[in-house]
C-alpha cells in the first residue's frame, strides 16, 4: 500500500535559525496538504499543493511539491518560538478516491 | 460557518469497559467524516471513515467500531476497551473528493487503566 514518510522525525533549532522538513511517498500523489499541530492541540490545514513543481509561500513558510508529484518540503525561514509543533504532510494517491495518507510528522522545537 | 463538536474532551476507562465517543459536524451536508488515533508523540492513524450514512470504511483490524447514523454524526465505540486503546482520538470532517482539506475537532484523549 502506499507509505508517506517524513524526515527528521525531530528537529530543535534555535530561534532565527531555519528549519526544514521533508515529505516522500512511494507512489505518485494528486496533491499534498501539510498541517501544523501545536503541542496538545489539533491538526490545522496549512495548504494544499497540486501542480508538479508548485512552490507556494505564507509569509516565512516555504511549500514545494517536487517535479514527479512524489515528494513535498516545508522551509520555514528564522524560525520563532510560535513555530513550534508537529508538522504532518498528507498525500492523496491518484488511484484513490476518498482518503489521504498522513505522514508520522516532524516535531519541531524552537529555542528562545 | 463549519463547526465540528468532538466529545468528551477526557476520558479515563477502566479496561474491559465499553466507549462511546460522537462527533458531530454542523454548517454542511453529506460531509466525508474520519476518525484518527494518535499515540502520545506519533502520527495520525486512520481507523474509520464515512463517505455516507451508513456507509463505513474500516482501515485497521481492532476492537473498536464506528457507525454513522446521521448524515452529521459519527460514532466511535468499542465493547470493551484494551488497554492499547489509550491514545488521542480525532474526528475530522472533508466535503466532495479525499482531496479536499480536512478540518479536525479537538479531540479526546483517552486513557485506559
Known amino acids: 500500500g502506499q507509505q508517506v514518510m517524513q524526515i527528521p522525525q525531530y528537529q530543535h533549532v534555535q530561534e532565527g535559525e531555519d528549519f526544514t522538513t521533508y515529505c516522500n511517498s512511494s507512489?505518485?500523489?494528486?496533491?499534498i496538504q501539510w498541517y501544523k499541530q501545536r503541542p496538545g492541540g489539533h491538526p490545522v490545514f496549512l495548504i494544499q499543493?497540486?501542480?508538479?513543481?508548485e512552490v507556494k509561500k505564507q509569509k516565512r513558510l516555504t511549500f514545494q511539491f517536487g517535479e514527479a508529484k512524489k515528494n513535498s518540503s516545508l522551509h520555514i525561514t528564522a524560525t520563532q518560538t510560535t513555530d513550534v509543533g508537529t508538522y504532518f504532510c498528507?498525500?492523496?494517491?491518484?488511484?484513490?478516491?476518498?482518503?489521504?495518507?498522513f505522514g508520522p510528522g516532524t516535531s519541531l522545537s524552537v529555542i528562545p | 460557518s463549519q463547526t465540528i463538536h468532538q466529545w468528551p474532551a477526557t476520558l479515563v476507562q477502566p479496561v474491559g469497559s465499553p466507549l462511546s465517543l460522537e462527533c458531530t459536524v454542523e454548517?454542511?451536508?453529506?460531509?466525508?467524516l474520519y476518525w484518527y488515533r494518535q499515540a502520545a508523540g506519533r502520527g495520525l492513524q486512520l481507523l474509520f471513515y464515512?463517505?455516507?450514512?451508513?456507509?463505513i470504511s474500516s482501515e485497521v483490524p481492532q476492537n473498536l467500531s464506528a457507525s454513522r447514523p446521521q448524515d452529521r454524526q459519527f460514532i466511535l465505540s468499542s465493547k470493551k476497551l484494551l488497554l492499547s486503546d489509550s491514545g488521542f482520538y480525532l474526528c475530522?470532517?472533508?466535503?466532495?473528493?479525499?482531496?479536499?482539506?480536512?478540518?479536525f475537532g479537538d479531540g479526546t484523549r483517552l486513557s485506559i487503566l
Open positions: 475530522a470532517w472533508n466535503t466532495g473528493r479525499g482531496n479536499q482539506p480536512q478540518h
Open positions: 498528507a498525500g492523496l494517491q491518484e488511484t484513490s478516491y476518498d482518503k489521504v495518507i
Open positions: 464515512s463517505v455516507g450514512i451508513g456507509q
Open positions: 454548517g454542511t451536508s453529506n460531509p466525508n
Open positions: 499543493l497540486v501542480k508538479s513543481g
Open positions: 507512489t505518485t500523489l494528486s496533491n
